[in-house]
């Protein structure tokens, strides 16, 4: 098992920029989710992706977008930044029934 | 909407201690439960999973409980270890298995 791996860890992006953060799924896992975690709370279910299609979303607008490849792997884009998208951003890829395995994160901080 | 607390929010306790967290949830109807453990500035480390049909599962010094029809889970640490200190994070799974739900968490402070 190779885990699950984000990229990059850090970044810093100026309000009104685009980001796209990476993430590279555990091998043998078909779903990969995206939450994103501001300081001293829990984490926020942004969507997740089940064979290349987005099956589920919570409250985030449009400007959140995700891709998923036929690898398994995936990205989150987020388009015209604001202030308050600085948070820790957490991919995790699953099994359905079996629990779920998360990245380490990539911090984004938006000036 | 599902709601999950964690209670206390901060715990303090002296190396060797057994302990106890709480998590309660607002909607029984649950896929599975999941406890994560979270490091300062790091990711989540699963800990322990629950499936529906379960209501209980151990590892080494962790058990945690499920109570879907009170909408409760305990964690249980025995012996506590400086090491142990960390935030430990509960997640119920909505029960189209497409999202968890988290609380806020308990952040965990074990002196030696």
Known sequence: ?111 | KQEVTQIPAALSVPEGENLVLNCSFTDSAIYNLQWFRQDPGKGLTSLLLIQSSQREQTSGRLNASLDKSSGRSTLYIAASQPGDSATYLCAVENQAGTALIFGKGTTLSVSS
């Open chain 1, 1 to 111: 098992e190779t885990g699950v791996t984000q990229s990059p860890t850090h970044l810093i992006k100026t309000r009104g920029q685009q980001v796209t953060l990476r993430c590279s799924s555990q091998s043998g896992h078909n779903t990969v989710s995206w939450y994103q975690q501001a300081l001293g709370q829990g984490p926020q279910f942004i969507f997740q992706y089940y064979r290349e299609e987005e099956n589920g979303r919570g409250n985030f607008p449009p400007r959140f977008s995700g891709l998923q490849f036929p690898n398994y792997s995936s990205e989150l884009n987020v388009n015209a930044l604001e202030l308050d998208d600085s948070a820790l951003y957490l991919c995790a890829s699953s099994v359905a029934g079996y629990g779920y395995t998360f990245g380490s994160g990539t911090r984004l901080t938006v000036v």
